[in-house]
Every structure is written in C-alpha cells, then in structure tokens.
C-alpha cells in the first residue's frame, strides 16, 4: 500500500505503519481509521482496495510529507527575516521554547540517530595569572 509515495510496511499495524507518512502521528492515524470505520489492528495486506482508497484520500485532505515540510521551512525563513528571537535561536541552532540551557545543552542534535557533536563550551572569564 502506498500513500503520497511512501510505501506503508506490511508487517505493522495499520494504526501504527500510516505514522511512517511524514504529518501522520498515532493520533491522526487513530481517528482517520476510526473515521472509516476500519479496525486499527488490522494489517496493511487485509485491506481490500475500496478501503485503501478511502484511506489514501482522507490522509492526502491533510498537509503532509513534502508540503509539509516546506511550510514548516518557510514558517522558520519568515521568523528569521522579521528578526525574532525564535528566529535567531532557529538559525543558532540552540533551543527555542524556555527551556534551561545552562547544563541541558552540551550537544547538539543532527538529525535523528546520528552522533551528536558537543557544544564548545566557553570555561570561566577569569584570566589565569602564572605563578612564578
């Protein structure tokens, strides 16, 4: 079964393989199979094409996968070009919503299930005076 080019893994729940559609979480995909009225445990392979066409339209009425991901690109590029401290914060990489950055901060995350880099960190202002 595919849904906006991406092919749904046969071998997980149906409930659970729509998440593999960037846009689609577990919620979403909850209530569109309850919407239909298809049983959520059941496997991507049982369905028959009448269902599958039902599902591939409720979930292509939603913003998902590439246009998604451009309105979100272009929601960040528009914080940036007004100046705002989310958007300085986006472009800094750093974290954007209150949270505390003075211990919880150390690495960097670049992208998921890759090695993150630490931080440089700046040691104390003080000036070491040599002793002689």
Known sequence: M???GITIPDNKRLEYGLTAIYGVGLSRAQSILKKLGVDTGVKPTELDTDTEAK?????????????LK???A???KRLKDIGSRRGDR???????????TKTNNR???SGIHAAHKARKTMTSGKVKVEKK
């Open 2 to 4: 595919r849904i906006a």
């Open 55 to 67: 599902i591939r339209a409720e979930i292509e009425s939603f913003t998902i996968e590439g246009d």
């Open 70 to 72: 451009r309105e979100k």
């Open 74 to 76: 272009a929601n960040i």
């Open 90 to 100: 986006h472009s800094r990489g750093m974290k954007l919503r209150g949270q505390t």
């Open 107 to 109: 690495t960097v995350p």
